[in-house]
């Protein structure tokens, strides 16, 4: 696993959730987070927290061990 294959999944993708990207690669989460981090210093990965959405929820959030926090690919050149 390579920084490329974290862009490339994640654009693909749109965005996604640690344990979501540690399963996909088979990696140990902080790895995975530490190369995250990269990305989001080169302004490349926004890491994106949920809101409580209310009686309007689709679920989608619940199901991230992290809380509702996802990571996101910006866009641009790496």
């Not at 926004?46 to 209310?54: A, E, F, N, P, Q």
Request: net charge positive; proline share 1%.
């Amino acid at each position: 696993m390579t920084l490329t294959d974290i862009k490339q999944y994640l654009s693909l993708n749109g965005s996604a959730s640690l344990p979501e990207l540690a399963r996909h690669f088979n990696a140990d989460s902080a790895l995975i987070e530490s190369m995250l981090d990269l990305w989001i210093r080169k302004g490349r990965v926004v890491l994106r927290h949920s809101k409580s959405c209310g009686s309007s929820c689709c679920g989608n959030c619940s199901s991230s061990s992290q809380g509702g926090t996802w990571y996101e690919w910006s866009g641009g050149k790496a």
